[in-house]
């Protein structure tokens, strides 16, 4: 096979002839042309959709440098790009940054080493035939760089808080786009995509989880069952970092990420739901009361990963049954603030100003639940026959004008109220 021996990764100097360099096919070659002629002014998303998620995706680094910010919903311009900020350095340190420097130095585990380009049909190589000192070079000046991208981030939405898996996707981005372009597409990414991963607690991490079995259910009645003894837990690690902790080709997280940013963040859920349907042999010979055996099996990805069939499987599995139609209610029981939801329909309008507003709502929501969730607790431990009936129906009164109406400081104080109230009773 050839080898192609570059540098760590594709300069920003280079060009589109880097592409050509790579002995595409015709085909391939066409199908780069209708990629950047979506990509221009006026950009056709529909058709950059529709391209990113077909055969190969993308095709080439160069080409998603010019397609990724357009699919996250703004266009690349340099320092102007909403989400740079020069002055990061002067901001204050945010909390997380001493678990990102412990997480930045696991980095780079897979790749950049290689990868193999499935169109040119070779194996390309980054760090060939670099002394061990190069390569410790290359490797701490990416690391630096990661950390950089990582750290300007969080401190220019220091509201959002850092997860472990998060600087898997960030060296994606970093690779793809270089060091001065993916803080941006990063900013859009957390704001807007991964947004429910970066609150205060993991509950609307949670939330994710529970349209799993909604999907499989809709899919597969006899698999969801063999699996109902089994919390969705085992799908945390691989979709709440969108795979790419556990996908090892830098050429295949790539083109995943092609078919996940041309989508809402739900499709996710659905991949994740194609890859335990495509085992479902392997899942029924182990028996469904050993739940710790199948959560074993579940949390690890197959290898090799199919990942063209498993994307056209996925596109068919949502158009059969989208979001709106799972059985158990599970998608009304989604927060209207999710990125489940926000990211539904024409959401690529939506900006970095947008993101913090639903951020903060979401914020406000998770509070207003954890207040509720303590009253309940409360009325019970503090229960008196002659009183709790009228105890109950207020809790629940209040319990509706949350969801309903969104009364935050009446029912906030109401609830305050009441857990006040319920301490003296129990005096």
Not at 148 to 166: D, E, K, N, W
């Amino acid at each position: 096979m050839d080898q192609t021996n570059t540098s760590f990764p594709p300069s920003r100097s280079a060009t589109l002839k880097d592409v050509e360099g790579q002995r595409l096919s015709p085909a391939a070659h066409a199908k780069v042309d209708r990629i950047l002629n979506a990509c221009q002014e006026r950009p056709d998303i529909e058709a950059l959709v529709q391209l990113a998620s077909s055969e190969h995706g993308l095709v080439h680094d160069e080409v998603r440098r010019k397609a990724w910010p357009i699919l996250l919903g703004y266009s690349s311009n340099g320092e102007s790009s909403p989400g740079h900020n020069a002055d990061w350095h002067d901001l204050p340190r945010h909390k997380d940054e001493d678990q990102v420097r412990l997480d930045v130095d696991r980095s780079f585990i897979y790749y950049p080493k290689s990868w193999y380009c499935s169109i040119c049909h070779v194996r390309l190589y980054r760090l060939v035939d670099l002394t061990a000192d190069e390569t410790d070079r290359q490797l701490d000046h990416r690391k630096k760089e990661l950390s950089a991208v990582i750290t300007q981030v969080l401190r220019t939405h220091p509201m959002l808080s850092y997860f472990q898996g998060f600087h898997d996707i960030v060296q994606v981005f970093l690779l793809v786009l270089g060091a001065d372009d993916a803080p941006a597409s990063v900013s859009h990414l957390s704001l807007l995509r991964i947004r429910d991963f970066m609150l205060p607690s993991l509950s609307a991490s949670l939330a994710h989880l529970r349209l799993l079995p909604s999907i499989l259910q809709a899919e597969d009645a006899k698999l969801c069952h063999h699996l109902s003894q089994t919390q969705p837990f085992f799908a945390l690690a691989a979709t709440i970092c969108l795979y790419a902790h556990d996908i090892e080709e830098y050429g295949d997280i790539a083109r995943l990420f092609d078919f996940l940013l041309a989508h809402g963040a739900v499709v996710s859920l659905y991949f994740f739901a194609v890859i335990v349907l495509s085992r479902r042999e392997e899942l029924f010979d182990i028996p469904a009361d050993e739940p710790e055996m199948l959560h074993s099996v579940l949390s690890k990805l197959p290898k090799p990963l199919d990942l063209e069939a498993l994307i056209s499987d996925t596109m068919s599995l949502y158009e059969r049954y989208p979001p709106e139609s799972l059985p158990f209610r599970a998608w009304p029981k989604i927060s209207p603030f999710s990125v489940l939801k926000t990211t539904q329909g024409n959401f690529r309008q939506q900006t970095l100003s947008d993101g913090v507003e639903l951020f903060e709502k979401q914020v406000a929501q998770l509070h207003r639940e954890q207040l509720l969730e303590h009253a309940k607790a409360t009325l019970w431990k503090y229960r008196r026959p002659s009183r709790r009936v009228g105890l109950v129906i207020f809790v629940g009164v209040v319990a509706f004008c949350l969801r309903r109406y969104d009364y935050e400081s009446y029912a906030t104080f109401a609830l305050r109220r009441l857990l006040g109230y319920l301490r003296i009773m129990g005096r």
